[in-house]
């Protein structure tokens, strides 16, 4: 009985051609969803600037935009006083902690860091409820709305700062980074419980409204401070986008490629404490932005940086804009803070995160 000889199918490698070509298809995908989130971004923000109290169409606003003189006076005043400054705040806002936790989740290693994992925006309401109870005791001749974005401010940084100075002496690693913000946040809240117990009624109403996060008293001052910011941090994050490509390899990788890890952690996590500490001391409290935004940017554009830091940047300033608009819209007449909106996406959003990591 004859016997019968099997032969292996040869392996073909793929060849170098066929790799370039995957691999510009791949670019040319991603440059197609960073078109698409541009578009969408536009049309969000046309539709926030129609959207509030009075609606109007959608063509009018677009129209009214792109040449203001044919606007009568008082639609004008509605959508370039009133409405511009919080939807471009929304923008500013979304698009930093969008930047922020792109960054964070890639240094830390971590697919739920966020802005807030140091504790920043804990330190920023504490800092907020600080000028709120004792503004009178503060030097006079400063405004309201000035003293409270520094005091914010401040706090953030000297948070951040202490942070990275326990971290250091202690020589740890991100795990260590991350449990030393965990256990400063709880610290901070429990410091904004206190004085929310000594402040006044009206005080106390005041801290309350600032940490549910609130777009309404931006001005276009404060959206080019946060813009300037988010560009310099954008530029400096741009880059570097080839070291935090490989570092999502893992660190003993990337520092064998030349990229020293230690330094570029840093660099990253005090950016990021500056980008966070800016945007939040104009709005108040606003959480989930920067955990959901590069997750969805992530599906889309995949891990190489060039690509996922700027879909990072719009995914976030398009939720925080998409936001926006269900704030003025889901109770017609009544403006809901827009951290509650958020919290209510990011919530269910981080569970599905955790349920994914088990399985």
């Known amino acids: 009985m004859a016997s019968l000889q099997l032969q292996a199918a040869p392996l073909v490698a793929p060849q170098p051609n066929d790799l370039a070509q995957q691999y510009r298809q791949k670019n040319r995908w991603r440059s197609v969803c960073l078109i698409a989130l541009f578009i ?14 009075a609606n109007y169409p959608l063509q009018t606003v677009l129209a009214g935009v792109l040449q203001p003189s044919t606007l009568d006076a008082s639609l004008h005043v509605v959508i370039f006083d009133v409405r511009l400054p ?53 030097p006079s ?54 004085l929310q117990f000594l402040a006044d009624a009206n005080a106390l109403e005041q801290i309350v409204f600032w940490s549910m996060g609130n777009l309404g008293r931006a001005t276009l001052q404060h959206v080019a401070i946060v813009s300037a910011v988010l560009l310099l941090c954008f530029v400096l994050a741009m880059r570097r986008a080839w070291a935090l490509t490989l570092l999502r390899g893992g660190a003993v990788h990337a520092a064998s490629l030349g990229v020293q890890v230690n330094q570029l952690s840093w660099r990253v996590l005090l950016e990021v404490s500056l980008l966070t500490a800016v945007a939040l001391a104009f709005v108040g409290t606003i959480g989930f932005v920067g955990l959901v935004g590069p997750h969805i940017a992530r599906l889309l554009v995949g891990e190489q940086h060039r690509y996922f830091l700027p879909a990072s940047v719009l995914c976030g300033a398009l939720m925080l804009s998409l936001a926006s608009i269900a704030s003025k819209s889901l109770i017609p007449g009544l403006l809901i803070p827009i951290g509650i909106v958020t919290a209510l996406v990011g919530v269910p959003v981080l569970m599905l995160l955790i349920l994914r990591r088990r399985t």
């Open 40 to 53: 969408a971004l536009i049309l969000s923000l046309a539709t926030d600037l129609a959207t509030g109290s």
């Open 141 to 194: 001749g400063l405004p309201h709305n000035l003293l409270l974005p520094m005091g914010a401010f401040t706090v953030a940084l000297a948070a951040t700062a202490l942070i990275l100075l326990l971290s250091r002496a202690h020589g740890g690693g991100s795990d260590t980074l991350v449990l030393f913000g965990i256990a400063l946040l709880f610290a901070l809240e429990a410091l904004v419980w206190l």
């Open 86 to 138: 919080y939807a471009l705040m929304a923008l500013a806002v979304g698009g930093a902690l969008g930047l922020g936790g792109a960054q964070l989740q890639t240094v830390l290693n971590n697919p739920l860091a966020s802005p807030f994992t140091l504790g920043v925006a804990a330190a920023a309401t504490l800092g907020a409820s600080l000028v709120i109870v004792f503004e009178h005791h503060l």
